[in-house]
């Protein structure tokens, strides 16, 4: 096996913990550098399936425009929007996990990538119904927070920036940024890998965000630095009028399929991941003083 697919290290496992029984996929620990070589296998894909990403970049760059037309005149929403487009973002990039998918039994083709999850609508509707019910609890909460600090009326949109980017109230900045990270948090740990484990397995969805919210906790320091990553390339789709989406969203999908593939391991790799290893070591002698 590759470097990749061994995962980075043989530390203990919070799965050995949790699952002795093999009901969860082992779980690879992988170094904080690893998102770098999820980018290089991501712009792979991405140069490899032609047109058929770029398909996906335009729909995320409409999403984009809508949501920047939408805040034009209602900066309060932001924190719903943000949470929608992380709702759709993710559901969006189904298609370029395929496409990611396909390349690996070389195949392609864009049509094949449209209706990849036939048969799975059941569990993406799922999480995609756990992700409508923290957009809406998020939005709530954005719409108290905002009611609270401007009992004189809602801001303009330039006025809400202005106060974002400056040491004008504070109090409103902080509170604000903190409870959109708590729900982002919450977004990110729940679907960063979950989705790309239906796609490739047909996993529930309670036992994909489970998978994934393990999965960070194992690999917190490079989940973090990924999460930070995509923010990035979504901010600089955003400062470049939506235009870098076309390139910027499919490369995040892509790459974000060689996140899940480096990550989440198959029930063949147990046997060869030492903390497993262990964890049947002493099992077999348990049962050996036992008998």
């Avoid at 690879?28 to 490899?48: H, I, M, S, Y």
């Amino acid at each position: 096996m590759t470097h990749d697919a061994q995962g980075d290290s043989a530390h203990p496992d919070i799965t050995t913990m949790i699952d002795k029984n093999t009901a969860f996929p082992p779980i690879r620990r992988v170094t904080v550098a690893a998102p770098f070589r999820w980018l290089a296998a991501g712009w792979r894909d991405l140069r490899e399936s032609g047109g058929s990403s770029l398909f996906y970049g335009v729909c995320f760059a409409l999403m984009a425009t809508l949501i920047r037309i939408a805040l034009s005149n209602a900066p309060q929403f932001l924190s719903a929007l943000t949470c929608g487009f992380l709702l759709l973002g993710p559901l969006l990039a189904l298609g370029v996990y395929d496409i990611s998918r396909r390349l690996e039994n070389a195949r392609s083709g864009l049509l094949g990538s449209v209706f990849s999850m036939r048969g799975r609508w059941g569990n993406i509707g799922v999480l995609a119904l756990v992700l409508a019910v923290i957009m809406m609890v998020w939005a709530r909460a954005s719409l108290v927070i905002f009611a609270l600090f401007y009992n004189k009326g809602m801001p303009t949109m330039e006025r809400f920036l202005a106060q974002l980017f400056s040491i004008e109230n504070l109090e409103f900045v902080f509170v604000y940024l903190c409870v959109g990270l708590v729900f982002a948090s919450i977004v990110f740990a729940i679907s960063w890998v979950s989705i790309a484990l239906m796609l490739d397995r047909d996993t529930d969805a309670i036992t994909s965000m489970i998978i994934s919210c393990v999965s960070l906790f194992i690999n917190f320091p490079a989940a973090m630095l990924w999460a930070g990553i995509v923010v990035l390339f979504v901010i600089a789709g955003f400062f470049t009028w939506n235009i870098g989406m076309i390139v910027l969203m499919p490369w995040i999908g892509h790459a974000t399929w060689h996140a899940y593939k480096n990550v989440v391991g198959k029930e063949d790799d147990r046997a060869q991941m030492p903390q497993y290893q262990s964890s049947a070591a002493e099992q077999t002698s348990e049962q050996s003083h036992a008998g």
